[in-house]
């Protein structure tokens, strides 16, 4: 079709010439901006990558038809880590609600995005709606999956104790119940380890702001009882992690897992035997720090409950007390029992951590001294979370509840609220430098296998930051961050399924590629750039944040996971919530 040419008049008072606005230019690989969108208030960049020759660009209203805010790029040049030149488009003057593009003057446009009130609003929603749809042992309805409605998979009513597992009363062969819980992530596996890190989170989310999620509908089974859908729906995962704990001594298994991964199939559909393997430290003190996190924040609504997890949090401490040297060692095990398992691991040799967790969340709940004790002597500089580094899950709990414990030393506690803050500070330093104008690009080391949990966990360090200090560049350092996860990028990717023109169509997600006929379920962050690229698939670049790419094979940058999407399913409904 022949371009359309726009001109337009602008109604300013100097004689200055209208610029001239093509709309039809094609939408260029070169502009990378946040695909959905900014609140009218916040930092609005785009970033533009070599195209040398342009200087102008424009903001162009798709609903007016009409130019609303011109600007210049800046003239400096920074380097992206794969050496092309990035010069940023700053309009963040303009905060007009709308539907815009972004034009290049001569150059291309855009992908479109809104500015709006509330713009995260239905991301967040979708964030946490994903954890239903990779519910097991569930028949999902057309009510509430839509599209994606399926039949019940994994009811885990079979599931055999594994040779490694054994205990008086549960030799091997038992078989017991372990229904529920979430499918870990591309694969259908339960693993109590990545479970803790995933619930802690979303339990922090809500404690952090229990009003807006008494109002949030998620139109899940349990929407319209009177709890909150947000803990309706992590009660799903709870449901099941109580029944991992060995009822003979308090100890907790690993994993509840097939021994090989399944293949591409439906749930329903994907059968093989399902074992509880080993009991492990690090799964258990997960596990007593989730159960009495979760005794507290259900209370209030469950109180029988409330009262078993914290009696199933103590059981597991006392064990981990025990038996603090049961480390998960697959390689190990396989040695010695048959058969061998070779599904997800999570083996984690330092349990320092974990104990740190759940001495937290214990004291916090019972206020028992015994349990200061454990922290007293701990180490308490900062490290961002993942699965296998839970320490400030803890802190980030101490810190919120803070004043309801006389109990807490002030000296001990305000090293918490410095370290929080200079590891906050330390991630704005150097986002000048970078060509994407995020901390998650302020080092290389940042892209991992999971990379894009890392921005996010980033992100809620930088809310806690802004918590305690209500300092607007600890907010603004949250939101590029989310501005990364959303196209601002070295790939243009905005990485969540559902979300953005350019988001990822064939996720390494079973439940997603066993149904190719539908689109992928939506509201899932994929791992991310991770030049490791332990799954041999072939990617577009080795540079480390070009590390990406949107093929099935990819189980290295592009799977999905629970502990992935809480982060960013804090991320998303907290920043919601502040702008509320
Ligand atoms: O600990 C080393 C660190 O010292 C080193 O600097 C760094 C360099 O890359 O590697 C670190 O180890 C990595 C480890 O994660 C901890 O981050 C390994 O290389 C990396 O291979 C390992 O990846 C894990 C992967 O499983 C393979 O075990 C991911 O974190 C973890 O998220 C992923 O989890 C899988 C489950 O096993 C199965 N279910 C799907 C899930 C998501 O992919
Ligand atoms: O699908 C599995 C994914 O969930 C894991 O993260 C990944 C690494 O453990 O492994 C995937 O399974 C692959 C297996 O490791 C090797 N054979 C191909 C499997 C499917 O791609």
Known sequence: MKNILVYVLLLTQCACKAPEVDTDLPVHESIRLNQLGFYPDQQKLAVVLDSENATDFVIWDM??????????????????????????????????TGNYIFILTGVGKSHPFQIHSDINHDLGKASIKAFYYQRA?????????GTWARPLGHPDDQVMIHPSATSPGRNTNTLITSPKGWYDAGDYNKYIVNSGITVGTLLSLFEDHPDYFKKLDLNIPE??????????????????????QDPADGGVYHKLTTAKFEGMVEPHLAVSQRYVVAKSTTATLDFAAVMAQASRVYKAYFPEESVTFLKAAEKAWNWAKKNPDALYKQNELNQTFDPDVVTGAYGDNNTSDEWIWAASELFVTTHNLSYWEELEEADQTYKLPSWNQVAWLGYYTLLRHQENISLLPKEWMSTLEINLLSAARAQLEGIGNTAFRTPMETSPKNFIWGSNAVAANQGILLLYAYRQTKEQIFLSGALHNLDYILGRNATGFSYITGFGSKSPLHPHHRLAESRPDLPPLPGFIVGGPNPSQQDGCNYPSSFADESYTDETCSYASNEIAINWNAPFAYLTNSLEAIHK
């Not at 805010?69 to 963040?92: C, M, P, V």
């Not at 929407?223 to 991992?244: A, F, H, K, Y």
């Open 63 to 96: 609903d007016k038809k009409d130019i609303v805010f011109e600007g210049e790029l800046t003239k400096d040049i920074t380097k992206t880590i794969s050496g092309r030149n990035s010069r940023i488009a700053d309009f963040s003057q303009f905060s007009q």
């Open 137 to 145: 042992g569930m028949e999902l309805e057309e009510a509430h999956a």
């Open 223 to 244: 929407s319209g009882d009177q709890v909150p859908d947000l803990l309706d729906e992590i009660r799903w995962n709870l449901d099941w992690m109580i029944t991992m």
